[in-house]
């Protein structure tokens, strides 16, 4: 039996495959989920197995039982042609092309691929991949990880996801993931998370539902890149999995609930840095390139109408925080940063209105006329920089464009906001003056926050290589859109990246 520990090595098992004309059996298996004390009688396998043909090969995930009954949980749809008088049938090229015939497998789980009909899935030479076994067999656990979410047994779906969630988070796993993103490219990458998050999001969903007492970490997928004077991180979570800071009473009904759990968070943070070298010291000067935050549905707009409240009924960015520390601060003089600014300021109608009369017993209450109107000047985003010993904090803030101006992400809407179809968060996708983009996220570009932060160091650190860390903490927001209800509530996410720079 294999250890629960052991990072299951199939590339090495598959490379390992004899001459097939040579296989006593019609098949070979290798485990990838061993038995437990919970589940002591079912393995979740991977095995190759022979048709009649001796150079067609199949592979299979399935749920191999100790009284000998299989379960098979999926087969390739594509035969694989083999050379069955090879001594080595699995040569790198061809583990290659196996490798992105599960890469189109695993897409093919995503509920909404219509954006990506175009886009192809490379097939590059062997010698071209660095850590090819790395990116191999984590690809053959995301796709056992998916397999698992829609078509494991119950009672051995729940032993099996998670011995597979931790062989992904491992840092080897991760970072074999990310090689595969940059081989695949960003459309592709988009597509790959969504579909992984959409499994997680399934996952989380059913753990809730059982009361299972086994906790999901948050699954955060970021990755930072520092190239070409440029620092960018990207990260990707399901909302699902965020942390709920604050939520009203009573909770949103089924319809609301479906349209905001599937959704997740996509995030881009680009830097511009350069280093200037004066007379007596030098200058490491960082300026905001873009920052991007989306809120992206991973269902289908067919489904979302069915079963959802609407796909315009979701959560919105309210509040990003991104601090910048250098982690050696041995040769660092001082840290300088621009004074805060505001968006542009925007008129809004405000409504102060009493409504009265008889509705179905559905509908929010008692509606009353009475009305007060007025218009006023407001800001919806505020951006402030603020500096803690050498780190840098940059905060983008949305305000409540009624009065008062109050925090979003900290505050609740009235309830008269709430009714009232002339409040800012109403319609908040198709207005004009809009705080969102039309899809419902925001652009902070560096025309607009173009804004620098200075690190002054002494002359000694000229040649070396130093790094920075990013923290950043994204707060989403649910305030109702067009759906009628008082449901409200505030989720957080935090992450933590690596930068680095040569100081040259």
């Not at 042609?81 to 695993?106: G, M």
């Not at 990116?135 to 996801?161: D, G, H, K, Q, W």
């Not at 269902?299 to 609407?310: F, H, I, P, T, W």
Request: glycine share 4%; aromatic share 12%; with cysteine.
């Amino acid at each position: 039996m294999m250890s629960e520990k052991k990072f299951p090595d199939v590339f090495t098992w598959i490379q390992n495959i004899p001459q097939i004309t040579k296989w006593r059996t019609t098949s070979l298996s290798f485990c990838i989920c061993p038995s437990t004390s919970d589940f002591p009688n079912s393995t979740l396998n991977l095995i190759a197995q022979k048709s009649p043909n001796p150079s067609v090969l199949t592979f299979s995930i399935i749920v191999q039982s100790n009284n000998h009954s299989t379960l098979y949980l999926w087969t390739t749809k594509q035969e694989l042609s083999i050379n069955p008088n090879s001594p080595n049938p699995f040569d790198e090229q061809t583990i290659v092309s196996l490798l992105f015939d599960f890469v189109e497998t695993i897409l093919t789980y995503t509920s909404n691929s219509s954006n990506y009909s175009t886009i192809k899935i490379p097939n590059p030479d062997s010698s071209k991949i660095d850590g090819l076994k790395d990116i191999f067999n984590a690809v053959i656990l995301t796709l056992s990880f998916i397999v698992c979410v829609y078509e494991a047994p119950l009672y051995l779906r729940e032993n099996c996801l998670n011995t597979l969630k931790n062989h992904l988070v491992t840092c080897h796993a991760r970072q074999a993931t990310i090689s595969l993103m940059k081989l695949l490219g960003s459309n592709l990458e988009e597509q790959w998370m969504r579909t992984v998050n959409l499994a997680l999001t399934n996952w989380i969903i059913e753990q809730r539902r059982c009361e299972s007492t086994k906790t999901t970490t948050t699954p955060l997928f970021s990755y930072a890149v520092s190239a070409y004077g440029l620092w960018k991180v990207q990260l990707y979570c399901p909302v699902e999995a965020m942390e709920v800071e604050r939520s009203s009473n009573p909770t949103a009904d089924s319809r609301l609930l479906f349209s905001l759990k599937f959704n997740q968070l996509e995030g881009v943070m680009q830097f511009n840095h350069k280093v200037v070298v004066r007379d007596k010291w030098i200058d490491v000067i960082v300026k905001i390139d873009n920052i991007r935050y989306d809120v992206i549905k991973l269902v289908n707009e067919k489904l979302m109408s069915r079963r959802g409240a609407g796909e315009h009924e979701k959560h919105f960015p309210s509040r990003i925080s991104l601090q910048l520390t250098p982690t050696l601060q041995t040769d660092f003089i001082s840290v300088s940063v621009s004074k805060s600014s505001n968006n542009p300021g925007r008129e809004f109608e405000v409504e102060r209105s009493i409504e009265g009369s008889f509705d179905p017993p559905n509908s929010l209450g008692l509606r009353v006329a009475g009305r007060e109107a007025s218009t006023m000047t407001m800001t919806p985003w505020k951006f402030e920089q603020s500096v803690l010993g050498y780190t840098a904090n940059l905060n983008w803030i949305l305000y409540d464009s009624s009065v008062g101006g109050r925090e979003v992400f900290s505050t609740k809407p009235s309830r008269f906001s709430i009714m009232s179809p002339r409040s800012w968060f109403k319609d908040r996708y198709a207005r004009a003056y809009r705080s969102f983009t039309r899809r419902g996220g925001v652009i902070f570009a560096g025309d607009e926050y173009g804004e620098s932060v200075v690190w002054k160091i002494k002359k000694g650190a000229l040649g070396r290589r130093m790094e920075w860390e990013i923290k950043g903490f994204i707060w989403l927001t649910y305030w109702p859109n067009k759906y009628k209800t008082f449901y409200h509530e505030t989720r957080r996410l935090e992450f933590t990246q690596l930068l680095n720079l040569t100081i040259a």
